[in-house]
T-cell receptor, first 115, second 111 residues
Framework: DAGVIQSPRHEVTEMGQEVTLRCKPI?????LFWYRQTMMRGLELLIY????????DSGMPEDRFSAKMPNASFSTLKIQPSEPRDSAVYFC?????????????FGDGTRLSIL | KNQVEQSPQSLIILEGKNCTLQ??????????LRWYKQDTGRGPVSLTI?????NTKSNGRYTATLDADTKQSSLHITASQLSDSASYIC??????????FGAGTTVTVRA
């Protein structure tokens, strides 16, 4: 079975540019999560969607970050304008349901470097 | 603030040996505790999920224990292999979707 697919795997861009990260969750999963991982802060939840609806975006750092889920098989995380402190690995994860004992399945992440 | 603390920060073991990783948490209320394995350059992969009533859960050579009274968990790796070299992350869930992540323990297995 295909896992969570993220693209691109690596992104290097200059500050001020718009960055769009993409995620295809596992088919049939109705919960989708965006995380950011840094050495200093570890894994942090940015936003959570359930049935394509944003439920909790309290982890989104600031207005420069936005996320959408137009359908059950696609989500984007956009940063505009990007800043060097946004450099991190961004993970997308999906799970079967909101039931507590369901594991979250992570993609392999997008390593983002803002110069 | 809900916290998850892991120890040691890193360890090196010889192939074939056993090791145990520790996780202490203050997350409340408690729903479940998860251990994830993260290989370098990859996303975390779930190893085990334990609810309040479970004391032990195994996944191959990985065995997790949970003491909900003392809020402690351990992950034991038996007969380590080179492929076990990774970061192991303890994750505690207070609600259905919000997870509290530990900083991880980096395990290096040497031949």
């Amino acid at each position: 079975d295909a896992g969570v697919i993220q693209s691109p795997r690596h992104e290097v861009t200059e500050m001020g540019q718009e960055v769009t990260l993409r995620c295809k969750p596992i088919s049939g999963h109705n919960s989708l999560f965006w995380y950011r991982q840094t050495m200093m802060r570890g894994l942090e939840l940015l936003i959570y969607f359930n049935n394509n609806v944003p439920i909790d975006d309290s982890g989104m750092p600031e207005d420069r970050f936005s996320a959408k889920m137009p359908n059950a098989s696609f989500s984007t995380l956009k940063i505009q304008p990007s800043e060097p402190r946004d450099s991190a690995v961004y993970f997308c994860a999906s799970s079967l349901a909101i039931v507590s004992n369901q594991p979250q399945h992570f993609g392999d992440g997008t390593r983002l470097s803002i110069l | 603030k809900n916290q998850v603390e892991q120890s040691p920060q890193s360890l090196i073991i010889l192939e074939g040996k056993n090791c145990t990783l520790q996780c202490n948490y203050t997350v409340s209320p408690f729903s479940n505790l998860r251990w994830y394995k993260q290989d370098t350059g990859r996303g975390p992969v779930s190893l085990t999920i334990m609810t309040f009533s479970e004391n032990t859960k195994s996944n191959g050579r990985y065995t997790a224990t949970l003491d909900a009274d003392t809020k402690q968990s351990s992950l034991h790796i038996t007969a380590s292999q080179l492929s076990d070299s990774a970061s192991y992350i303890c994750v505690v869930s207070a609600y259905d979707y919000k997870l509290s992540f530990g900083a991880g323990t980096t395990v290096t297995v040497r031949a």
